[in-house]
């Protein structure tokens, strides 16, 4: 997975919790992004990074923050779950060519 | 909306026949990329075509990109088991801050 790893691979969450994934990688890449995958939708970007403390909004960035402290960590937060949350969730990191992380399933009850 | 769709949604063929799929965009790109997807796993970079290109190779695979037509096809040939998987398309726009906008998919299965 080219130095991309996302922890934890699997969490089941309730409602109304908030949850932290955790994305990192080992290569130096700027950009790094956070995408959910979900049946009939393919992958929905969720927010991106192009540097240290510099984020941006994606396709389907409600519900959802992320951090950026250092140029290897991604951070994407629920800050308070919800059902339609549950996905799988994808790090990628790259500039024209995106390194994909294994992914996070994350079910919310 | 969905920037790439992919053509076929599904596609079943035997070992050693070669696989198209095709992928449709709407807007104007700078470049086109194809993934690969096993299942369970994450996606993995195959092919990048930028738009002034018309077709690229790369071992069994072969990419081709018409920009009048806002479309491209991935050619895999001679097949094999392992390449079972889904395949997505994804367009880098010119006006996106390289952000990508991935197709639905393909899944291809090759069958022994």
């Known amino acids: 997975d080219a130095g991309i790893t996302q922890s934890p691979r699997h969490k089941v969450t309730e409602t109304g919790t908030p949850v932290t994934l955790r994305c990192h990688q080992t290569e130096n890449h700027r950009y790094m992004y956070w995408y959910r995958q979900d049946p009939g939708h393919g992958l929905r970007l969720i927010h991106y990074s192009y540097g240290v403390k510099d984020t941006d909004k994606g396709e389907v960035s409600d519900g959802y923050s992320v951090s950026r402290s250092k140029t290897e960590d991604f951070l994407l937060t629920l800050e308070s779950a919800t059902s339609s949350q549950t996905s799988v969730y994808f790090c990628a990191a790259g500039l024209d060519t995106q390194y994909f992380g294994p992914g996070t399933r994350l079910t919310v009850l | 909306s969905q920037q790439g769709e992919e053509d076929p949604q599904a596609l079943s063929i035997q070992e050693g026949e070669n696989a198209t799929m095709n992928c449709s965009y709407k807007?104007?790109?700078?470049?086109l990329q194809w993934y690969r997807q096993n299942s369970g796993r994450g996606l993995v970079h195959l092919i990048l075509?930028?738009?002034?290109?018309r077709e690229k190779h790369s071992g069994r695979l072969r990419v081709t990109l018409d920009t009048s037509k806002k479309s491209s096809s991935l050619l895999i040939t001679a097949s094999r088991a392992a390449d079972t998987a889904s395949y997505f398309c994804a367009t880098d726009l010119i006006q996106g801050a390289q952000k990508l906008v991935f197709g639905q998919g393909t899944r291809l299965t090759i069958n022994p």
């Open positions: 075509i930028r738009s002034n290109e």
């Open positions: 807007t104007s790109i700078n470049n």
